[in-house]
């Protein structure tokens, strides 16, 4: 039984983890004693279903033996036995199924997760194929599911159809729309029959069928495309073979089974919806509630609650989930969270006192003698000075920062600032310095390589151009940013246009979009963040005619 056992956990880890294992050892043994009796003792007659001929699926015989090994010789005593004392049968009794099926756990019964397991042991599929039907009815009950009007398929076929999500005909994973008329789950290649290019084609085609068979036909709805009913000429032949009395009570018959199917299919559609907003109600409901008592833990920790709130800290790992939060559980989430948590807080901590040096950072670019060569506003924020006005906790991604919650606020400091104003300024001009020995470097390198002469101050030769192709930006799945013409500039011309892209905005999906980025003439690098898609390029293109760009 060894094997039945390893059969029922992949299934139940398959639908639900390891909160579904039987986890009770004396629940354990006793399954395993009703598996075995049930797979060797126990004989029952299926409920006797008319199924429907486009339905393919049978149940299996439920008959069954214990197999017998060789016969030993016929001894004396055997032949004359004396009494025997304490004498015990040893007759296998029959078995109730439905007190095996009680012993399994209740998820297993509710969400019938028994087809899974029938999937995973041959003996375990056998079992429950010989489940005879008024067991099958008994979890049918238990899942909720509504009894069936059209009595055309049993009981199991009910339930497989329903929670078996592969297609009845070709095996295909996850077909989602059922044909409640076919009484089956059928993926889009197997749901019709023949498919016909002209309405003619089909008449004629029909025309050879039986005068009814269109309309028995379960699923006689006219379909675009001309297309035909599945099993449609099954159900020719059978007609064909009906005396004129029994054609006449056949089609009487199939009209009542087809409106019975169409309400049973309103019916199961109905607890579809139900059942599924019953289920999200209690997602949502298991996931605040294990939220609360994280946030619980959290604030015994020293977090303040305003913090948390401005972090988005439900999506920190391990806290959007809808398992009960056990202690084993936080010990096991409570680092990588505070890790997470930490680099979060020091960033929008960071984000504050950036925000008041942007102000500064819009006073010194108009006050600047030579704008074109001034830094973009990510560049000037990362110079030296800068940065250590603003960044007070620098820590490595993914690394402990310490217990920063316990730590108070340290907003922008005016006074430190105007203590720093010179050494920024000395920054911002080692900065500039650099960009125009770069620009030289990048010309003076083009110049070489097309074998012309360098000029002496190759900045202000007129064949000097630079050309900027800014990125092609995609939003996800959204689509993709409207275009942008290249950029032909000299320098520092070239530097201004591209550093000035981080004040540019653009329209997509009616809305507008502040996300160009400024472009680093340094790297030629973009700073894009919510978006995807080709990197820009900044490369020397001697003699070329000068251009703005922009959107095309």
Not at 105 to 132: M, V
Not at 211 to 227: H, M, N, Q, R
Not at 270 to 290: L, N, V, Y
């Amino acid at each position: 039984m060894k094997s039945i056992t390893r059969s029922m956990k992949a299934g139940c880890m398959e639908f639900g983890g390891a909160d579904y294992l039987l986890t009770d050892c004396t629940v354990q043994a006793e399954g395993h004693r009703l598996a075995k009796d049930a797979l060797y003792g126990y004989k029952d007659d299926q409920d006797n279903y008319s199924n429907a001929d486009d339905y393919e699926e049978k149940d299996a015989s439920s008959s069954s033996s214990k197999p017998r090994g060789r016969k030993r010789a016929a001894t004396k005593k055997d032949v004359n036995p004396g009494p025997r004392k304490n004498a015990k049968s040893t007759k296998k009794q029959r078995l109730d199924l439905g007190k095996f099926f009680d012993s399994l756990p209740t998820e297993l019964q509710w969400r019938a997760r028994l087809l899974s397991l029938s999937h995973t042991n041959k003996e375990f599929r056998k079992l429950l194929q010989d489940t005879p039907d008024s067991i099958w009815k008994v979890i049918r009950e238990n899942t909720g599911l509504p009894e069936l009007e059209a009595k055309d398929i049993t009981e199991r076929q009910y339930i497989t159809l329903v929670f078996n999500k592969d297609c009845h005909s070709c095996g295909q994973k996850s077909v989602q729309g059922i044909n409640y008329m076919n009484c089956a789950r059928l993926c889009p290649s197997c749901k019709n029959g023949l498919k016909f290019g002209r309405k003619t084609q089909l008449q004629e085609y029909l025309r050879t069928l039986h005068p009814k068979a269109l309309e028995c036909a379960k699923d006689s709805a006219v379909k675009d495309g001309y297309i035909t009913p599945r099993g449609i000429e099954k159900l020719s032949k059978k007609l064909c073979q009906l005396s004129e009395a029994e054609l006449e009570a056949f089609v009487k018959q199939r009209r009542t089974l087809k409106e019975q199917i169409a309400r049973d299919a309103q019916l199961i559609e109905t607890w579809h919806r139900e059942g599924s907003a019953r289920r999200s109600q209690t997602d949502r409901d298991k996931r605040e509630a294990r939220q609360a008592a994280i946030k619980e833990k959290l604030i015994e920790l020293g977090w303040r609650e305003d913090d948390l709130l401005s972090l988005f800290w439900e999506e920190a790992p391990g806290v959007d989930r809808t398992g009960k939060l056990t202690e084993a559980t936080w010990n096991k989430i409570r680092d990588p969270m505070l890790i997470f948590l930490r680099g979060m807080l020091i960033d929008q901590r960071n984000r504050e006192r950036q925000d008041a040096i942007n102000s500064r950072y819009l006073d010194l670019l108009k006050a600047h003698p030579n704008p074109d060569l001034f830094p973009s506003r990510q560049t000037f924020l990362d110079l030296p000075t800068v940065k250590s006005l603003w960044n007070k906790n620098e820590h490595e991604r993914g690394t402990d920062p310490g217990p920063v919650e316990c730590d108070p606020f340290v907003p922008f400091d005016e006074t430190e600032w105007n203590a720093n104003y010179d050494t920024v300024k000395e920054n911002i001009a080692s900065y500039e310095t650099e960009m125009q020995r770069l620009a030289k470097e990048r010309l003076a390198k083009a110049y070489v390589e097309q074998g012309l002469e360098v000029p002496a101050d190759p900045i202000h030769d007129p064949r000097s151009m630079f050309r900027y192709t800014p990125p092609v930006l995609t939003l996800h799945s959204l689509g993709t940013l409207p275009p942008e013409n290249d950029y032909v500039l000299p320098f520092p011309a070239i530097h201004r246009r591209m550093r000035d892209r981080q004040d540019e905005t653009v329209v997509f999906l009616m809305l507008t979009w502040n996300v160009k980025g400024a472009a680093e003439f340094s790297t030629g690098k973009s700073h894009h963040h919510l978006f995807q898609g080709t990197p820009g390029n900044l490369s020397v293109d001697l003699g070329a005619e000068l251009t703005e760009g922009g959107t095309q």
